[in-house]
């Protein structure tokens, strides 16, 4: 997964979300329920999509969870069978349904509630082009004749995740989510968005000619680098945990820490101060 964080709780801020080595993205702490008879993932239970769309859509070997507003459930999020959580990481896309145009209108994600984005919906999207599905404003018309031809797509994409054909993948794209203190409130934790793509087969990269391998940097310059590693590491660590005594026990140690990086700037500077005297005699 491109050496990814998964993380429920993000990074504070966008300059702290750069400071992280490795790119994180969001992990909801919210499962799927285990319950085949739970109505909010269940097509049919989709009370604006005509019945005779919905058992279509009922074909695909996935998991659906639907958006529920004033006490009736509307849309139709759909996910790879493999999902565990309910975040954006293996959506497909969210179903609705066009009066208009007596069709269900696809799209990447209908609300940011469970992540602003579909992590299969690129692939998906470039899979339903190749096959001349219509396109309508950011989205795709599913018509009744095409409906089929979608199930089989969206089935087959599924089926190249389960058997390893596809890579999660980060991009520069950040992906905000909210949390406590109510709608428009709340502390704003940043990630970036990832999504899966085919894998592609690479040439492998000759290696460098051992003369060309430099060697030059002072045992101080590794220890220190050393260093900075394993507290990129650490934070990683903070970052991607959730539980209250863990996070007491890392604030601890960082304090620890603290004081010890305290006592070795003291040290440091008691010895400049004696080798400048050295010097004046």
Known sequence: MANIILATFGATSEKELDLIQRPIVYQSAKRFSLSKKEPSQLPGSAEEIPRDLTKKVEEIQGKFLLTQYKRKYRNINVYSRDAVTVDGLNRLCTLKYDKEEAALYLIEAGNRRNSGYSGLYRELSERLEEAGLERKEGGFLIRRAR??????????????????????????????????????????????????????????????????????????????????????????????????ETSKKIQRRVEELREKIDKLGQLNQAKMEALTRLKEI
Do not use: C
Not at 148 to 161: A, E
Not at 170 to 192: A, I, N, Q, R, S
Not at 219 to 234: M, P, V, W
């Open 147 to 244: 409906m089929d031809s979608f199930v089989g797509i969206v089935n087959q994409l599924i089926r190249d995740k389960e058997n390893g054909l596809l890579e999660l993948m980060p991009v520069d794209e950040l992906d905000v989510m909210t949390f406590g203190g109510g709608e428009g409130h709340g502390t704003p934790y940043y990630y970036y968005k990832a999504y899966w793509k085919r894998k592609s087969v690479l040439q492998p990269v000759p290696a460098l000619p051992a003369e060309a391998v430099q060697e030059e940097k002072l045992e101080g310059d590794l220890l220190f680098q050393k260093i900075e590693q394993a507290i990129r590491a650490y934070a990683e660590y903070s970052l991607a945990n959730n539980d209250m």
